[in-house]
């Protein structure tokens, strides 16, 4: 599989205030034609959620999510 380097500062960001996240591929507002997926992967976000916060209930189809809590 061919390796791709996306460094960090080139990175979608969007703050939100209660949401604070950082987007590899094209996500919401950011938008990179080359950067769209990566074979089935088309998600990879590094999300910062305020306390007590979080994601309505919203439909995703064939998606996988993880959460890592760092603290």
Known sequence: ?????HK???RG???HG???TYHT???AEYYD??????GVLRV???????AGQ???THIHENMEIKIQNFW
């Open 1 to 5: 599989m061919k390796t791709i380097l």
């Open 8 to 10: 960090s500062e080139t």
């Open 13 to 15: 960001h969007e703050n």
């Open 18 to 20: 209660w949401l604070d």
């Open 25 to 27: 591929f094209s996500f």
């Open 33 to 38: 034609s080359e950067r769209m997926n990566f």
């Open 44 to 50: 990879l976000n590094d999300n910062r959620v305020a």
């Open 54 to 56: 979080g994601f309505g």
